[in-house]
Nanobody, 123 residues
Framework: QDPLVESGGGSVEAGGSLILSCAASGYWFSSYCLGWFRQAPGNEREGIAT???????IYADSVKGRFTVSKDNAKRILYLQMNSLKLEDTAMYYC?????????????????WGQGTQVTVAS
């Protein structure tokens, strides 16, 4: 069973909204650092939001004020609410989990990763 499975991607018009979900299968979910990352063709993977076990969050400047990360510990689901989507938000989106949120918006080599879900923003 994959430890992390993303869903909710799709195509949306610029200015629209999407909610991504990431279902986790491990007991570690409530205490781990959880994060959302994205990678567009030709670009490096970038961290866009993390949510630590204590509830603290960090956002990349590119999504701050538009995206919100949250989780449901009982259901073991991580969410990413994306509003005011822009063309440049088009990318494959991944969720990840690790023991700690350090360095900011990064995951260590041994982190868990999902397979990704595609988000396409069209004009």
């Amino acid at each position: 069973q994959d430890p992390l499975v993303e869903s909710g991607g799709g195509s949306v018009e610029a200015g629209g909204s999407l909610i991504l979900s990431c279902a986790a299968s491990g007991y570690w979910f409530s205490s781990y650092c959880l994060g959302w990352f994205r990678q567009a063709p030709g670009n490096e993977r970038e961290g866009i939001a993390t949510l630590d076990g204590d509830g603290s969050t960090i956002y990349a400047d590119s999504v701050k004020g538009r995206f919100t990360v949250s989780k449901d510990n009982a259901k073991r689901i991580l969410y990413l609410q994306m509003n005011s989507l822009k063309l440049e938000d088009t990318a494959m989106y991944y969720c990840a989990a690790d023991r700690r949120c350090w360095p900011p918006l990064k995951m260590a080599a041994g982190a868990l990763w999902g397979q990704g879900t595609q988000v396409t923003v069209a004009s």
